[in-house]
Every structure is written in structure tokens, then in C-alpha cells.
């Protein structure tokens, strides 16, 4: 392709809406543009990228026997009621685009397909014959994020590959999944990018596991908790640990205290000068489920420990049977407005104690009338602990559980592991954190949709049985972007030549120059010739802008058609390394072909 027949507009200056660097670069290269928030148009450069990491993506998926196909976008309502997510998707978390056609019928843009690959599955999969089988798509999804930012990180319309597995048994379907945790290692590595496979939250889907592929980089918006023996690694909404030990507690007698303006755990530590380990702390959140049902939560933790939310969210979902709900639709510490709507009286806050009663919940038909208590881990072997009097101005110290306090409550794991804890498989190895970019997605979905839906198959002995189900993503243009973030210099884009848009850039300093412009022109035919995918940059523009936009634009090589020409040479300057070499005009491609090939690892 030639520059002077390009829509190529480059930028000098960084654009004011973006924040971190591959989206900077990516906007002033002309890769991108922004045309609302949360979606962009992928211009030429950029559309070559994006075929280039699909077909890396297709090449995997392929190899494992995964067949490719393409689901519609447009959904009906009718089966997202089946499998229970309507309203979830459009109205609690709202994630999902919605929309009435002319016949009054409810419709939704993808956000995700297990639905309707799962009606597909229920109407084409009878027998185990037919199994185990994998389909997978790559489309473009619409998801109405809260928060779009970062280009193509986190747009509403962006690219990815989803696909779907369906198997007899628990057993075929980890066989699967262990395919695609090789599949998806081998994307991120011949895409040139560094990455960690990590332990993945599975949220309300439950289901026997997920890994998530983080490709590591500053930006990222997801913390990654890993031991330095390799063999720990996950995202902290997963993680476990073992916390610091208790220090022992100094008062060996149950007794109410005094302590004034103490309602932080760092206040009354002060006051009574003691440990945050020795203290009970407990934390309300009020969660509402998807009927409505306000409950009002107590989470007793150790002192110096947080909540990890996710978890707790997690507990909560389990028990949403109990309310005659499914799921939640809201978890959150409440405010002192938001408290005014469920308290009969007003709270001790700061002096709160694991047995505060319930009659401080008001009487609702929509409230349940009673704290559901949970205890984390880290408390209940603490003695002679410190915790609220339930009275403003109090705490006592010295107190026992089944003494003064019952475990009447559920004990659960709802504690944030952090970089310094130390790791469950080997004490002596401790938590490291890192920032990673989600890049891609496991998961063993288990019968959720395929019983949600009736998706069922005839087993060898006869027996109708719900589907096991796998499913995988990997975000296409999350992960070109995310190749940028981890690959970059003052100067511009430095793509991997096994995504690069173009293989090379044929550079001619002065168009003015016969000779220059010759050479350039037979090198250009000759490279693209070989399947070496060449730009000319024949620009009436000085050579100086030239090479400033050859950086911007990160091509691998560059081959400048300057005064070396008259000692029948050209002057090749690899990207990444800046390293420049003269070479013999006549060698040029089979030295280009050689490093390419052997730059593009399969
Ligand atoms: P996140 O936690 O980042 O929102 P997710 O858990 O919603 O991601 P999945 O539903 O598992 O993501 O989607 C599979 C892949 O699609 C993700 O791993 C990610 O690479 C990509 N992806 C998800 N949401 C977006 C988005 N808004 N923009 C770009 N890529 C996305
Ligand atoms: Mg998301």
C-alpha cells in the first residue's frame, strides 16, 4: 500500500481524552477514532490488526477441533427470559442494549451468546454421539458498560471471540477446558505478549472453575496476587492466604470500656492500645435482591482485614433462595441516607457488635427482618478480643465467643488477600501483586443454561441428561490494544511482527531523487511479491516527517532508500531495537524474509 493513496493522518500532539498510553498512541497513529463513547471505528491499519490476532485466535481454536461459526446480534427476549438474565442484564446490571422492533417484540444486541447457542444446542445435540462439539464466533458484542474508557479496552462495541462447548460429562468438559487453557496460552505468546493465566472469580455461575489470561501491564485495571514459585497465581477477587498471625490479646478480662471518638478500628487501637488483630470488627452492607428484598448484612472480620466484596457477593447469591429471590441486584455499604430507609432507631455506628439486634430493622414487607451474619475466618479463633458495645462510646475488651458472643452466624472465607500474606501451598512463599489487562476468559459453565433452557441429550444407557457446558473468550480488540500497552517508546507504537499491521515500510527521503524513488519502487514490488507486507512511504513530505511517523506507526522494519544507494545498498532499521544495518539491495528481501519468518512464531 502506498502512503499517498492512505487516509493517513497522524498526530503530533497526545489527544485530551485519553489516558494511558496505548490509547494515546493508537489515536494519534490513526489507527482509531472515536465516534461516541465507548465506540470507535477501527480504520485501515488498525482492521489489519485485528484480522491479523483473529486469524492467530482461528489458527488456535482450530487445532483443538473447535468449529467456527456466526451467531445474530440481535437477540430475542423471550430466550434471555428462558435462561432467567433478562431482566439481570437489562435492568440490574444493565449491561445489555435493549430495544422494541415494529411488532412490538423485545429484542436485545449480544452482549454474549450462551443463550442462544443453547437453544441451538437444545434443538440440533440428541444424542452423546454428537458429543463432545465446540463452536465459537468472532463478532463484534455490544455491552452498555458503566464506565467505557481506555479505547478499545473497554468499549461498547468491541470484538471477541466467544465460543461454546458441550460435553456428556464433568470429566469431557475439563478435557476441553484444559485444550483451551493451551489455546489461549498460545494466542497471548504468538501475539508477542507477557501474561500470566490466573484463578478467576466464577461470580453467581458457580460452576467447578475459570482461569482468566491477564496480560501484565501498569494500566490494567484488574490486580493479580501470585507467589514467586509459579505456583500460585490469582485475580484478588479469587484469591486465598493465610493473614499475619493474631498478636495475643493483653486483656484477660471481659470488661465494657470508655472509649470516646474511637468509631475507627486505627481510633480505638489508639485508645486502648492494642493490636487490630485483637479486634472483631464488624462491617454492615445492605444488599437487595432481584424481588426487591432489602437484607441487611453484619460481616465480622478481624481488625486489621478488609472485605472482599466479591466474595461476599458471592456468599450472598447463595443464600438468595432464602429470600425467594435469584439474584442480587445491589451490595453495597449503606450510607447514612440509605441507612434512614431500613433503621427503627438509630445505629451505634463505630460501636457495633456481632449480636446487635435486630429491632433495630424496621418493619417492612420488603426488609427482612433480621441481620444475616456472616463470620469471616480470621475471627473466630481469636480470645479475649476487642470488638463494639453496641452502645456509642463503648467497646469491650477480653471477650469470647461462645462466652459473650455466639457463633450463631455462617462462617465463610470473605477476607481480601493482599501482596505480603502468605501463600496456602507453601507458608514460606509469600503474595506478590501485579496489574493485568483480562485478555481472556475460561470457564466451566457446567448445566446452569443448558437446565435453565432444557437443553438435554440421550446418554448411552437411554436417560435424558442436561448438557454439560464450557465456554471461552477472548476479547480481539482488547488484546490489540492490550499488545500496544505492553510495547511502546517515546517515539510510537512497537508491534510484534506477528501483528503488525504491515511486515515493513519502504521509507523514500526525497521523491524528487529518480534513483531513490526506483530503488524504492522495485523494492516495494519484490517485498510484497515475497508476502512481505510492505508500505511505501512516497509522501511528498520531509524525510524527517517520514521517520517520525514510521516510529509513530510501530511497522517492524524500515527500509530507507537514502545515500547508501549509491554504493548499491539500502539502509533496514528494526522498530523495536532501533539496530540499523546497510544491506546489498539485492539481498533485501530474503534477509527480511528470513528474520520475518523467524520473528512470527507458530
Ligand atoms: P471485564 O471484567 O473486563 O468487564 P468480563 O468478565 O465482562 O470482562 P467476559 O464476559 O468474560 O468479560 O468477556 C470475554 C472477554 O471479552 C474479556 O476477557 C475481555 O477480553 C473482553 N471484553 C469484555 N468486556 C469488554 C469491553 N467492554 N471492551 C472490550 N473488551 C471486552
Ligand atoms: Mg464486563
Not at 428462558?82 to 444493565?94: F, I, L, N, P, V
Not at 439474584?327 to 463505630?350: D, F, H, M, R, Y
Not at 501483528?499 to 516495494?524: F, G, R, S, W
Request: aromatic share 8%.
Amino acid at each position: 500500500m502506498r502512503l499517498s493513496q492512505m487516509l493517513f493522518v497522524t498526530l503530533r500532539d497526545d489527544p485530551a481524552d485519553a489516558e494511558i498510553p496505548s490509547h494515546k498512541l493508537l489515536l494519534r497513529a490513526g489507527y482509531i477514532r472515536r465516534i461516541g463513547s465507548g465506540i470507535y471505528a477501527y480504520l485501515p491499519l488498525m482492521w489489519r490488526v485485528l484480522q491479523k490476532v483473529s486469524q492467530i485466535v482461528r489458527e488456535e481454536m482450530n487445532a483443538t477441533g473447535a468449529q467456527e461459526c456466526l451467531l445474530p446480534q440481535l437477540q430475542p427476549a423471550d430466550l434471555w427470559k428462558e435462561s432467567g438474565r433478562w431482566d439481570t442484564y437489562t435492568k440490574a446490571e444493565g449491561i445489555m442494549f435493549s430495544l422494541i422492533d415494529r411488532r412490538e417484540q423485545q429484542l436485545g444486541l449480544g452482549p454474549t451468546h450462551e443463550e442462544v447457542i443453547t437453544a441451538i444446542a437444545r434443538d440440533m445435540i440428541r444424542s452423546y454421539r454428537q458429543l463432545p462439539l465446540h463452536l465459537y464466533q468472532i463478532q463484534t458484542k455490544f455491552r452498555d458498560e458503566i464506565r467505557p474508557r481506555f479505547g478499545l479496552m473497554r468499549g461498547r462495541e468491541f470484538i471477541m471471540k466467544d465460543g461454546y462447548s458441550f460435553h456428556a460429562d464433568e470429566a469431557s468438559l475439563k478435557e476441553t477446558y484444559q485444550d483451551m487453557y493451551k489455546a489461549y496460552s498460545n494466542m497471548l505468546r504468538r501475539s508477542g505478549l507477557a501474561f500470566r493465566a490466573v484463578e478467576a472469580d466464577s461470580g453467581a455461575i458457580g460452576g467447578s472453575g475459570s482461569t482468566e489470561f491477564m496480560v501484565l501491564a501498569e494500566a490494567g485495571e484488574d490486580e493479580v496476587l501470585f507467589t514467586e514459585d509459579g505456583k500460585y497465581a490469582a485475580n484478588v477477587e479469587k484469591a486465598v492466604s493465610l493473614p499475619a498471625n493474631a498478636e495475643p490479646s493483653r486483656f484477660t478480662t471481659y470488661e465494657k470500656r470508655d472509649t470516646p471518638k474511637s468509631e475507627t478500628i486505627e481510633k480505638v487501637c489508639q485508645f486502648l492500645n492494642c493490636s487490630p488483630t485483637q479486634v472483631v470488627k464488624n462491617v454492615l452492607y445492605q444488599t437487595v435482591y432481584d424481588n426487591g428484598m432489602t437484607v441487611l448484612v453484619l460481616v465480622s472480620i478481624r481488625g486489621d482485614q478488609e472485605v472482599n466484596e466479591v466474595k461476599l457477593q458471592n456468599e450472598l447469591t447463595k443464600l438468595a433462595s432464602n429470600y425467594a429471590a435469584k439474584t442480587i441486584i445491589s451490595l453495597n455499604v449503606p450510607n447514612a441516607e440509605a441507612q434512614q430507609t431500613w433503621t427503627a432507631k438509630s445505629l451505634p455506628l463505630g460501636y457495633i457488635a456481632p449480636d446487635i439486634p435486630d429491632e433495630y430493622i424496621t418493619s417492612d414487607k420488603q426488609i427482612h427482618p433480621q441481620f444475616v451474619r456472616l463470620v469471616d475466618q480470621t475471627v473466630v479463633d481469636l480470645k479475649n478480643f476487642v470488638t463494639g458495645a453496641n452502645e456509642t462510646g463503648y467497646h469491650v475488651v477480653g471477650a469470647n465467643w461462645s462466652e459473650q458472643f455466639k457463633v450463631q452466624s455462617t462462617l465463610v472465607d470473605i477476607r481480601k488477600a493482599r501482596p505480603g500474606d502468605r501463600a496456602i501451598h507453601n507458608p514460606e512463599q509469600t503474595l506478590q501483586s501485579a496489574r493485568g489487562i483480562e485478555a481472556g476468559h475460561i470457564f466451566q459453565l457446567g448445566t446452569k443454561y443448558s437446565q435453565a433452557m432444557g437443553a438435554n441429550y440421550t446418554n448411552e444407557q437411554g436417560e435424558e441428561k442436561p448438557l454439560f457446558m464450557g465456554c471461552f473468550g477472548v476479547g480481539v480488540s482488547r488484546l490489540a490494544q492490550a499488545a500496544v500497552e505492553q510495547s511502546y517508546d517515546k517515539d510510537g507504537i512497537i508491534w510484534a511482527v506477528a501483528i503488525a499491521p504491515y511486515h515493513a515500510i519502504v521509507t523514500i527521503p526525497n521523491i524528487n531523487d529518480a534513483q531513490q524513488v526506483a530503488t524504492a519502487e522495485k523494492l516495494y514490488a519484490e517485498l510484497n511479491q515475497a508476502g512481505i507486507e510492505t508500505l511505501l512511504d512516497d509522501r511528498d513530505e520531509r524525510a524527517g516527517v517520514k521517520f517520525k511517523d514510521a516510529d509513530l506507526i510501530g511497522i517492524p522494519y524500515r527500509i530507507v532508500t537514502g545515500r547508501a544507494i549509491a554504493n548499491g545498498k539500502v539502509e533496514v532499521v528494526e522498530r523495536a531495537t532501533r539496530k540499523s544495518q546497510e544491506i546489498v539491495i539485492d539481498e533485501v528481501t530474503t534477509t527480511l524474509k528470513q528474520w520475518i519468518t523467524s520473528a512470527i512464531e507458530e
